[in-house]
C-alpha cells in the first residue's frame, strides 16, 4: 500500500487550502489515517485523525475548529480541510496509516505502519 498526499501550496494568512491522501495498492478500510506536519527545526506532530471503526475525528488543539478531516472509503482518500490558516502552520504535512488505528494510536507517530511522502504548506503573513 502507498499513500499519496497532495494540495499543499502558498496561501496567504486567512486562506484555505485542502489536503489528499490517496491509497493505492488495497484496500486499506481496517486502517485508521492521520495527518501530521512538522515546521522547520521542529519534531513532527499530530494534526488530525480518523478512526478506522466509525472515522470519527480527532484533532490537535492547535487546529481545532478551523481544520477538518474527512474520509472517503470508496475512494480510500482522506482530505484534511485547512481554514483561516496561520503563519504558524506553515510546515511538511504527511499523511500516515495504522492498522485498527483508534484513540492514541492515531496521535502517535511511533504506532503508524504506512506514511506518505510530505506535501508543503507556506503561509505568509
Known amino acids: 500500500v502507498q499513500l499519496q498526499a497532495c494540495g499543499g501550496g502558498l496561501v496567504q494568512a486567512g486562506g484555505s487550502l485542502r489536503l489528499s491522501c490517496a491509497a493505492s495498492?488495497?484496500?486499506?478500510?481496517?486502517?485508521?489515517r492521520s495527518w501530521f506536519r512538522q515546521a522547520p527545526g521542529k519534531g513532527r506532530e499530530f494534526v488530525a485523525g480518523?478512526?478506522?471503526?466509525?472515522?470519527?475525528?480527532l484533532y490537535a488543539d492547535s487546529v481545532k475548529d478551523r481544520f477538518t478531516i474527512s474520509e472517503d472509503r470508496t475512494t480510500n482518500t482522506v482530505t484534511l480541510k485547512m481554514n483561516n490558516l496561520e503563519p504558524k502552520d506553515t510546515a511538511v504535512y504527511f499523511c500516515?496509516?495504522?492498522?485498527?488505528?483508534?484513540?492514541?494510536?492515531?496521535?502517535?507517530?511511533?504506532?503508524?505502519?504506512?506514511w506518505g511522502k510530505g506535501t508543503l504548506v507556506t503561509v505568509s503573513s
Open positions: 495498492g488495497h484496500t486499506i478500510n481496517d486502517y485508521g
Open positions: 480518523v478512526n478506522w471503526v466509525s472515522a470519527t475525528p
Open positions: 500516515a496509516a495504522v492498522k485498527y488505528g483508534t484513540g492514541w494510536k492515531l496521535r502517535d507517530e511511533d504506532a503508524m505502519h504506512i
